[in-house]
């Protein structure tokens, strides 16, 4: 065989054993990509999974506030907290929050002193 019949037996070799192997791994691909969709979607409806993040927001709303960038993190934490339905405490503590961010703006005192009994 010369290397001009030989070049075209081997394309069209490759192109049978490369579109099987194509079509297999766009296979594989498309089952993972649905089984990670699904595992989202698992865990986006998970009861469990949202009572942490409740846990996890209430824990960051009831601490105490030391900086004007943590006092903003609690905010955000709060609007999710109350956003996934979070209330009781959490939701007083909320309003606690957002009533003394408005009275640091517009007394501009950003100075977050220790509270000494």
């Keep these: 065989m ?14 049978v ?3 099987g192997a ?26 469990t999974i949202r009572r942490l993040e409740l846990e996890i927001y209430r824990q960051s709303l009831f601490l105490p506030t030391t900086s ?6 609690q905010l955000d934490a709060g609007k999710a907290y109350t956003e996934l339905g979070g209330n009781g405490p959490g939701h007083v503590r909320c309003q606690q929050l957002e009533d003394d961010y408005r009275h640091r703006l ?10 000494h009994p």
Excluded: F, K
């Design 2 to 15: 010369s290397l001009t019949t030989t070049h075209p037996l081997i394309l069209i070799l490759c192109t």
């Design 68 to 73: 004007r960038m943590q006092h903003e993190h």
């Design 22 to 47: 194509v079509t297999s791994l766009v296979s594989w691909l498309l089952r993972r990509i649905d089984q990670r969709r699904n595992l989202e979607q698992a865990i986006a409806e998970s009861a």
């Design 106 to 115: 517009d007394t501009d005192d950003w100075n977050y002193r220790p509270h």
């Design 17 to 19: 054993i490369g579109s």
